[in-house]
């Protein structure tokens, strides 16, 4: 078997955590019920998904700091093809905590809970 172009990334934790929320279907979810209402490089479910990826390993930073901690990080595995760290701008990003207020926080929080619980086969809801 030949290596030679093998391109190697350090995930770290991230490679899991992006697993997961592949495996939920969060970005998916997040999208049907908080889609986007102008053509933009990033969807609300894919900018929680980097906010989430980002509060594991870059906390308590301003948000104009997330293209920069994205800025190493192979966002097209972690996140979705096509989407740079530059997309994931503080205007993005401040856009997609308003919607997520508008539809409700408490709200999104728990049916992303009940998916994820009926996902991973622990109840049957």
């Not at 740079?84 to 503080?90: G, M």
């Amino acid at each position: 078997m030949n290596f030679d172009n093998v391109d190697v990334y350090d995930y770290g934790h991230l490679g899991l955590v992006a697993g997961f929320i592949k495996q939920v279907g969060l970005i998916d979810y997040i999208d049907r019920v908080i889609p986007k209402t102008k053509p933009c490089h990033v969807s609300h479910g894919q900018a929680v998904a980097a906010m989430l990826l980002n509060v594991l390993g870059f906390h308590s930073q301003a948000l104009y700091l997330v293209p920069e901690y994205f800025s190493d990080k192979p966002i097209d595995l972690l996140i979705a093809p096509g989407i740079y760290s530059e997309h994931l701008n503080d205007d993005v990003l401040g856009r997609t905590l308003d919607a997520v207020f508008d539809y409700g926080v408490s709200s999104l929080y728990s049916e992303l809970a009940i998916k994820t619980l009926n996902t991973l086969k622990i109840i049957n809801n």
